[in-house]
C-alpha cells in the first residue's frame, strides 16, 4: 500500500491497526447476541444498547497481538478482543477511547474488553455506533477467540460443546443448594429469555422473565409444545410427570430449544430428589399419626420427641380435619394442603386415604382450622369436617371419630362442598352420642319405624314431615316449600298420624316426630358407614 491504507486509516495508525479491506457486503449468520450466548463467558455484559446486539453480525474474530501492529489485518464485521493493560504496553496511545475510534472507522462489529469498562468510553462506541462488550477480567482471551471461531465455522458443534457446559452450570447449581429457582435463573441468562417452571399441577413454581412474560407465564397452561400468547412464542417441556419448563421470547432459535432440553434434564433429576424426600418425609409423617390413632401404647416422651423431630408440638391443643376432594385426586388435595400450611406456618400432621385427607391442626387461634378449610377450599373443591380441639394426642382418635361424623352429617344435612363443625351439630351430638345404645333405637323404631316401612322406596311421607318441621310447623309455608296444595299437606299429616299413632298438632308429639327424624339420619348414617365398613366403633 502507500501512504495512507484503503479505508481511511493514515498510515500512522497503522501501527495500531494493520491494513484491512472494507468488504460492503457479505452474507452471515451470527450476531453478537449469539456470541453471547454461545461463545463468550456467561458473565460477559452487553455495556451498549441491547437493539445492537441483536442485528449486529460477526464475520469474524481478531484478538490484540502482543507486538506491533496491534491487530492482524481487519476486513470489517469482526469481533476485537483487548485487554487494556496489554494495549498500553504496546503503545501508549492505545487507551480504550482511541481503540473505540481507530476500530470504529475499521468497522469491526464490536469490542471485547477484559474489566470494567468506564462510562465515557461507553458514551464514545455508542457515539460512534460499535457495540461494546465487557467480559471477566480473568478472561482467557486464546479460549474465547477459540469458541467464536469454532461457532462461526461449525455452528452445531459449538451448540453441543455449549450445551453441555450449560447442563454442568445447572447441576452445579443444584448442588449448591439453588433449587429449582437456581436452574431457571441461569436458563434464562444464558439463553437472555423468559424462564418458568411448573408444577405436575399447572402450578406457577419459579420464573425469570419480566413485563408480557410474566403475565403469559400467569396465563399459560404448560402443555408440551408450542403456544402463541401476548405476542411471545413460548416453548414448553414437560419433566415427566413431575411439571413443566416454559421458555418465551418474541423469537426463538436452536439455542433456545437446546438449553430448554437441558433445563429439563436437570430438573428431572431434581423433581425426582423433591418427590423422594416427599415421600420418605409423608411416610415418616404418616407414620406418626397413624401411631397416635391406633390407640397403641407408646412412651409419651419418646413420642413427643419423634414429633418434635418432624417440627409438631403435641403439647398444643389440637383439631381433626377430614376433607374429601370433589373433582380432584386426594394427592392433588395432599398437594393443596401441604403449600397453605407452609404459607401459614403451620406443622400439622397428614395422612393420605383412599377417599382423602386427615389433618391435625394445631390451636392457635379459635377459629382458625375453620379459616384454614376456607381457604383450601378456595383452591380445590372439597368438603369436610372438622372436631372439637383436643389437649393430647391420646384424645386424638375420639377427635377424627368426631371430624368424619361432622363430614358424614354436614354432606346429608348441607350437602357437597359444605364445611361442618362437631361443635355445630347441635343436637346431633346428643344422638351421636347415643348411637349405640338400645334406647335410641328402641325410640326410633317406636316413633318413625312403622311410618319408614310404609313409606317403602318413594320417601313421600318422610319428605312431608321433613318440609313441615323446615317451615317450623307454618302449613301454608311448607305446602309452598313442597310444591303441593295446602289440603294436600294437612291430608299427609293425618295419614302420617294414622300410621304412626302420634297426634301431629300436639306439641310433644311433634318433638318427638323432629328428634326421631334427626335420629334417622344419623343411624342411616351409622348403618350404611358399618355395611361400607367406613364408621368405626367407639
Known amino acids: 500500500m502507500g501512504t495512507e491504507a484503503r479505508g481511511g486509516v493514515s498510515g500512522g495508525d497503522r501501527a495500531i491497526i494493520a491494513d484491512y479491506e472494507f468488504v460492503p457486503t457479505w452474507v452471515m449468520l451470527t450476531t453478537i447476541r449469539d456470541l453471547q450466548r454461545l461463545a463468550l463467558p456467561p458473565s460477559s455484559v452487553l455495556r451498549t444498547d441491547e437493539h445492537g446486539g441483536s442485528i449486529t453480525q460477526v464475520r469474524g474474530v481478531a484478538s490484540l497481538r502482543s507486538t506491533l501492529p496491534a491487530f492482524p489485518p481487519l476486513h470489517g464485521g469482526e469481533l476485537a478482543l483487548v485487554v487494556p493493560a496489554q494495549a498500553l504496553q504496546l503503545d501508549e496511545r492505545l487507551t480504550l477511547l482511541q481503540l473505540v475510534e481507530r476500530l470504529a472507522d475499521v468497522r469491526v462489529a464490536g469490542i471485547a474488553v477484559t474489566g470494567l469498562i468506564s462510562d465515557d468510553v461507553v458514551e464514545r462506541a455508542e457515539r460512534k455506533g460499535i457495540v461494546l462488550l465487557e467480559l471477566p477480567a480473568d478472561a482467557d482471551l486464546r479460549l474465547i477467540e477459540r469458541d467464536i471461531q469454532r461457532l462461526l465455522s461449525d455452528p452445531e458443534l459449538q451448540i453441543e460443546r455449549r450445551a453441555a457446559q450449560l447442563y454442568s452450570e445447572l447441576t452445579q447449581a443444584l448442588v449448591g443448594g439453588g433449587g429449582v429457582r437456581s436452574v431457571v435463573v441461569v436458563l434464562g441468562e444464558r439463553t437472555g429469555q423468559n424462564v418458568a417452571c411448573y408444577s405436575a399441577s399447572g402450578r406457577l413454581r419459579a420464573e425469570y422473565g419480566h413485563g408480557t412474560a410474566r403475565a403469559a407465564f400467569q396465563l399459560l397452561r404448560p402443555t408440551e409444545g408450542e403456544h402463541q400468547l401476548l405476542g411471545l412464542r413460548v416453548l414448553v417441556r414437560t419433566i415427566g410427570a413431575l411439571g413443566g419448563l416454559a421458555l ?64 409438631f408440638d403435641l403439647q398444643r391443643p389440637h383439631i381433626a380435619l377430614v376433607c374429601e376432594p370433589t373433582t380432584e385426586t386426594p394427592e392433588v388435595l395432599l398437594n393443596h394442603t401441604q403449600r397453605l400450611l407452609k404459607r401459614r406456618q403451620l406443622a400439622a400432621p397428614l395422612l393420605l386415604r383412599e377417599e382423602g385427607l386427615v389433618a391435625f391442626c394445631p390451636v392457635k387461634e379459635p377459629h382458625q382450622p375453620h379459616a384454614l378449610l376456607a381457604e383450601l377450599q378456595d383452591t380445590v373443591a372439597l368438603t369436610a369436617g372438622s372436631s372439637s380441639a383436643v389437649p393430647g394426642p391420646h384424645q386424638w382418635p375420639q377427635a377424627l371419630d368426631q371430624a368424619e361424623q361432622a363430614l358424614a352429617l354436614g354432606s346429608q344435612l348441607f350437602g357437597v362442598g359444605s364445611i361442618t363443625a362437631f361443635a355445630d351439630l347441635g343436637v346431633y351430638r346428643l344422638l351421636l352420642a347415643q348411637r349405640d345404645t338400645t334406647d335410641l333405637w328402641r325410640f326410633y323404631e ?44 294437612i291430608y299427609r299429616l293425618q295419614r302420617i298420624s294414622d300410621i304412626t299413632g302420634i297426634d301431629w298438632k300436639h306439641a310433644e308429639d311433634q318433638l318427638a316426630l323432629q328428634l326421631a327424624l334427626k335420629a334417622h339420619r344419623v343411624l342411616k348414617l351409622i348403618d350404611d358407614g358399618r355395611r361400607n365398613g367406613t364408621v368405626r366403633g367407639r
Open 248 to 311: 418465551a421470547g418474541t423469537s426463538l432459535d436452536s439455542w433456545d430449544t437446546v438449553a430448554l432440553q437441558q433445563g429439563v434434564a436437570a430438573l428431572a433429576l431434581e423433581l425426582s430428589k423433591e418427590q423422594a424426600v416427599k415421600a420418605a418425609e409423608s411416610r415418616v409423617r404418616g407414620d406418626l399419626l397413624r401411631t397416635i390413632l391406633s390407640g397403641a401404647q407408646v412412651d409419651p416422651q419418646s413420642l413427643q420427641a419423634q414429633a418434635a423431630e418432624l417440627g
Open 446 to 489: 317406636e316413633t318413625l319405624g312403622t311410618l319408614v316401612e310404609h313409606d317403602g322406596t318413594s320417601g313421600e311421607l318422610m319428605m312431608t314431615l321433613e318440609g313441615y318441621f323446615a317451615e317450623l310447623g307454618n302449613v301454608s309455608r311448607a305446602a309452598e316449600r313442597l310444591h303441593i296444595h295446602r289440603n294436600t299437606l
